[in-house]
């Protein structure tokens, strides 16, 4: 729904820093256009979508067709706030962005309990309201959770409104016409991502035996879960990160400083994957089920997958600032082609141990195609040898932790103290220069 608009909208701001305010403008009403047509296509065929997503299952069409409607006004009202999300992002304003971004984290959970479990206490011991409450509310329902969604959207779309005030109509037609050329290739390179994020469990349940796939992929799905906290930390980095680095662009020391952030990212995110597996005997404890931790083993080669990820997210900044876009949309796209190539080649074999282990390759193929291209289009003065260092060094550590010391939190975490104590030994005279001013 976004069509790319959001890097497009930091670039843009760069380049035209007299003309922020159209940069704005084209970049929230290019996306309003794409949502309106998107409403015209979806909507009258809302039934044929529910059917669609039935795919005969013995829940109510009914139900299905309100499903289908709540997901199509929760992806159009999200794509509203991207542009007023992104303006916070370039007016430096992270307590506003937080806040709201909290707010709706907040009220979708507390509309969940309140369906689920506060409403049903409340009827269930006749208080105050009780008839009034029965006319509507179904218990069990699980349209209440897309509702609760739905809800938590409008509201974080209301509280966005000063910066929805703030656009106005002028739309300088020329520049958006250059923005869409900058944006679609992001948007192509963004659904490749979601192939590399989605494909292997779709493909799991597929190829593999119906009588195991369903059992397979709860393994697979819920062990992954481990590794979403090193990606948590790579997407909220790219969200303060993106704006920064445009805005660096222009000054004569924006490779050097590009290069430096890169080194201490290594590092921070080298640590996380020691200590995520290091401690994966406490963190397992996420997984509810223990049935399931026997997919343990997938852990490791996810995690690293999320350390590639964020480095090539952090590599990207050269095709963006180059305005060659077109190099994110063959990376990603090669990419996905590891992806469902070799998960279709493994899968048979290997179940989600395949999966884990090709979204850590298709990751680390998008990292060294970014930094070879990156370097030949538009050098930046990376410490290669140094990042390799910390990253090899992480990788060796782990394998120490989880197959050599059978996942010993004592032994993990005394391995991890090592890499953060010779980290910070390495690096204090960088450390001592940046945090004690003269």
Request: overall charge positive; aromatic content about 16%.
């Amino acid at each position: 729904m976004a069509f790319g608009m959001e890097t497009t909208f930091f670039r843009y701001l760069n380049k035209h820093e007299d003309k922020k305010q159209q940069v704005y403008n084209n970049a929230f009403y290019a996306i309003l256009g794409i949502t309106i047509l998107f409403l015209l296509v979806t909507l009258p065929f809302t039934g044929e979508i529910a059917v669609f997503i039935q795919a005969g299952d013995k829940i109510s069409a009914v139900d299905f067709e309100r499903y289908t409607k709540y997901f199509i006004a929760i992806l159009v009202i999200d794509a509203w706030c991207v542009m007023p999300f992104a303006k916070l992002r370039a007016d430096g304003k992270p307590g506003r962005y937080g806040l709201i971004k909290f707010i709706n984290i907040i009220i979708f959970i507390a509309l969940n309990l309140t369906f689920i479990w506060g409403l049903p206490f409340w009827t269930a011991h006749h208080f105050t309201g009780t008839g009034l409450i029965n006319q509507w509310f179904v218990k069990g329902w699980v349209g209440y959770v897309f509702l609760s969604n739905l809800i938590a959207s409008i509201i974080t779309l209301l509280l966005l409104l000063p910066e929805l005030f703030k656009l106005s109509f002028k739309i300088d037609g020329k520049m958006l016409l250059h923005m869409f050329s900058y944006s679609w290739p992001v948007l192509i390179a963004n659904l490749s991502f979601l192939v590399n994020e989605n494909l292997d469990k779709l493909l799991l349940s597929k190829m593999l035996p119906q009588n195991i796939s369903v059992n397979q992929v709860a393994i697979y799905g819920a062990c992954a879960k481990i590794s979403i906290f090193l990606s948590i930390f790579v997407q909220a980095f790219r969200l303060g990160a993106e704006p920064f680095f445009f805005s660096q662009a222009k000054n004569k020391n924006s490779g050097a400083t590009y290069a430096r952030i890169m080194d201490y990212f290594v590092i921070v995110v080298a640590i996380i994957f020691v200590a995520l597996v290091a401690n994966i005997e406490v963190l397992k404890y996420f997984v509810r089920n223990k049935s399931l931790w026997i997919g343990l083993d997938v852990v490791p080669p996810l995690v690293f997958g999320y350390v590639s990820l964020g480095i090539y997210m952090n590599l990207s900044v050269w095709y963006k600032l180059s305005d060659q876009t077109k190099y994110g949309l063959y990376i990603s796209g090669i990419g996905a082609i590891v992806t469902i190539v070799f998960n279709v080649i493994f899968i048979p074999k290997y179940s989600y141990m395949a999966s884990a282990w090709v979204s850590f390759a298709a990751y680390t193929v998008m990292m060294i195609l970014s930094y070879i291209w990156g370097q030949k289009n538009y050098p930046i003065p990376y410490h290669l040898k140094k990042n390799l260092t910390y990253i090899v060094t992480s990788i060796i550590l782990v394998i120490l932790s989880f197959y050599v010391f059978k996942r010993n939190i004592f032994a993990g975490n005394a391995l991890l103290l090592l890499f953060a104590g010779g980290a910070l030994l390495s690096e204090r005279k960088e450390l001592k220069a940046i945090f004690i001013k003269p």
